[in-house]
């Protein structure tokens, strides 16, 4: 085969997106563990930093993942002391994720992660912020390749 050939495996982008999506994971472990937080359960604090408590619904949304995949992610955390899961006071069918004080506090350790991550690549910040950009356009490109 040529190497311009349309179905060569190195010319597929959902074939670099798999592999690069597996070795980022990878490589982000080695940042989180002396945190003892996995890669999803890194995602779910994210979020929570920011908003400081999410009902579960909106929170599977932000992270594009199903609430049955979060829940266990959620339990987790919260036998890890890091979140509290607890039914509205508005609406009793949903349930308010929140940070603990403990969760809050992890979020000054969690800053280096972004600066080990860099070094680890080896990319500068305009690198990877050129990159993010990119897949932002790729997440978009195909949510709307899906909606058609």
């Given amino acids: 085969m040529s190497p311009d050939d349309p179905l060569a495996l190195e010319r597929q982008v959902c074939f670099a997106l798999t592999v690069a999506s597996r070795n980022i994971v990878a490589a982000y472990k080695p940042a989180l563990d002396p945190l003892g937080i996995t890669h999803p359960q890194y995602l779910v604090l ?3 930093w920011k908003h400081r408590t999410l009902a579960l619904g909106p929170l599977a949304q932000m992270l594009h ?3 049955s995949t979060l829940s266990p992610v959620i339990k987790r955390l919260e036998g890890q002391g ?3 899961r607890q039914r ?3 609406d009793e ?3 308010d994720i929140s ?3 403990d969760g809050l506090a992890l979020r000054s350790r969690a800053e280096q992660v972004p600066v080990e991550m860099a070094r680890r690549l ?3 910040v305009e690198e990877l ?3 993010h950009s990119s897949m932002v356009r790729v997440i978009e490109a195909s949510r709307r390749a899906l909606d058609s």
């Fill in 122 to 124: 080896r990319m500068s």
């Fill in 93 to 95: 069918r949903r349930l």
């Fill in 65 to 67: 993942q199903d609430a």
């Fill in 46 to 48: 994210l979020a929570l």
């Fill in 88 to 90: 509205s006071f508005e």
């Fill in 129 to 131: 912020t050129e990159l």
């Fill in 99 to 101: 940070l603990t004080p």
């Fill in 82 to 84: 890091l979140v509290r």
